[in-house]
């Protein structure tokens, strides 16, 4: 390493520390620093083919088939987690997850979390409350307000499981170094809170029709 590499990393460590106000870690310090070196690669940069491009397909179309596509090798490896567990699908496994780390909901909350139609949410709460891995509580002040709540049986049954849909997770995630995970995740967040905040504007087929 140069003296000259060691003293520029220097400063921007201590503009760093005087310009970001949340927590100084590494992640956050190569997300800035990103942002803040000169010469960053513009759209004009990139030389990235796809199938199509020279016909005039679209990033956009490539985006979309790309995401299906991964959702559907996504939810093989789901299927193959939860084989040998007493869970029907991977969404009785995300229901659960949504109940252990943000507490007890509504089904209403629970089910537009998961960004479900009524009537599907409303199968996979019922499979879990009948299989004892959910309880629903009438509140003491108002009897028309139910809650959902993990029980100890769904805590132990995830607990048991979790291994296998941990190696879910990591193999969707492929060849990718560690670097582009965090990449992948910003830009997947960006997406999400995007079609988030449209579907709270409106109905979604406006937006297409």
Same mark, same amino acid.
């Given at each position: ?28 310090? &190569? ?11 513009? %759209?004009? %940069? ?9 016909e005039g397909r679209s990033a956009e179309s490539v985006i979309n088939t790309s995401l299906v596509h991964l959702f559907r090798y996504a939810k093989v490896y789901s299927k193959l987690a939860i084989a040998d567990s007493p869970f029907a699908s991977i969404d009785e496994v995300v229901f659960l997850l949504n109940l252990l780390h943000k507490g007890s909901m509504s089904k209403q909350q629970l089910i537009d979390l998961n ?17 004892? =891995?959910?309880?629903?509580?009438? &509140?003491?002040?108002?009897?028309? &307000? ?22 879910? &997770? ?23 809170? =995007?079609?988030?905040?449209? =579907? ?6 406006? =937006?297409?029709?």
């Amino acid at each position: 390493m140069t003296y000259q590499l060691l003293k520029d990393i220097i400063n921007y460590v201590e503009t760093f520390d005087q310009d970001f106000k949340g927590e100084k870690n590494v992640n956050n310090f &190569s997300h800035w620093l990103h942002k803040k070196l000169p010469g960053r690669l513009q %759209d004009k %940069d990139l030389e990235i083919n796809w199938e199509g491009k020279s016909e005039g397909r679209s990033a956009e179309s490539v985006i979309n088939t790309s995401l299906v596509h991964l959702f559907r090798y996504a939810k093989v490896y789901s299927k193959l987690a939860i084989a040998d567990s007493p869970f029907a699908s991977i969404d009785e496994v995300v229901f659960l997850l949504n109940l252990l780390h943000k507490g007890s909901m509504s089904k209403q909350q629970l089910i537009d979390l998961n960004i479900h139609e009524k009537s599907t949410g409303i199968q996979i709460i019922n499979r879990l409350i009948s299989r004892g =891995f959910v309880r629903e509580d009438v &509140s003491e002040t108002d009897k028309r &307000s139910r809650s959902l709540t993990i029980t100890d049986m769904g805590k132990d049954s995830l607990d048991s499981n979790m291994e296998k849909i941990r190696r879910a &997770s990591k193999i969707v995630a492929g060849n990718l170094n560690s670097n582009e995970k965090l990449q992948l995740v910003y830009l997947l967040q960006k997406l999400e809170n =995007f079609h988030e905040n449209k =579907f709270k504007e409106g109905r979604p087929e406006s =937006f297409i029709l």
